[in-house]
Every structure is written in structure tokens, then in C-alpha cells.
Nanobody, 116 residues
Framework: QVQLVESGGGLVQAGGSLGLSCAASGSTVSTNVMGWYRQAPGKQRELVADITSGRTRYADSVKGRFTISRDNAKNTVYLQMNSLKPEDTAVYYC???????????WGQGTQVTVSS
């Protein structure tokens, strides 16, 4: 089992910045993918960004504004969100995917609200 604890989120005006963190604990493995997903009311959950040992992937809507990073020693993934827009408003979920076991684990979600 893997436990994910998210922190960050909150209310910010358009153009502002927020940083999210997600720490993994438990039966973690080195071969994993960690990422961030978001879900707005009435919409499907979508990938925001994810990261492996050496690769990153971003949704087109956040490229150039968001940066994902990880600290393997701390089993922590970060999402720095700059130039936030109202359409970024959603609940953001941390995801941990074990390549070895093909198992997924999710954080509790944190609300990000961007006011216009």
C-alpha cells in the first residue's frame, strides 16, 4: 500500500501562483510514475502533468505555466503553477503509479480556486 498526502492549494487571483506537494509513503518502489490530475465540477478528470525518473509530460493547456518536479529521496512530487487562470480552478489529485505492480494510488485532493 502507498499513502499520498497532498498539501498546498487555495484561493488565488488570476495571474498568481500556487505550489502543490505530494508525499508518498508506504510500499513505494523506484519504478513509478507520479503525476497530478484535476477535475472541475461536471468535467472528466484530466492529466495535468506527470513525471518519471527522467521524463515529464504536460497537458497542452498548462505548458509553459506549470512545472512538475520530484525529489526521489523524499518520495515527493511537486507542481508549481504560475500565471494561473480561472479555468485552472479544480480539485487537484496526486497520483502514484507503480510500473512493477501496475497499481494506482490517489491523494485526497486539494482545491485550487482562481478568481477572475
Amino acid at each position: 500500500q502507498v499513502q499520498l498526502v497532498e498539501s498546498g492549494g487555495g484561493l488565488v487571483q488570476a495571474g498568481g501562483s500556487l505550489g502543490l506537494s505530494c508525499a508518498a509513503s508506504g510500499s513505494t518502489v523506484s519504478t513509478n510514475v507520479m503525476g497530478w490530475y484535476r477535475q472541475a465540477p461536471g468535467k472528466q478528470r484530466e492529466l495535468v502533468a506527470d513525471i518519471t525518473s527522467g521524463r515529464t509530460r504536460y497537458a497542452d493547456s498548462v505548458k509553459g505555466r506549470f512545472t512538475i518536479s520530484r525529489d526521489n529521496a523524499k518520495n515527493t512530487v511537486y507542481l508549481q503553477m504560475n500565471s494561473l487562470k480561472p479555468e485552472d480552478t479544480a480539485v487537484y489529485y496526486c497520483n502514484y503509479h507503480s510500473i512493477w505492480t501496475r497499481s494506482d494510488y490517489w491523494g485526497q485532493g486539494t482545491q485550487v480556486t482562481v478568481s477572475s
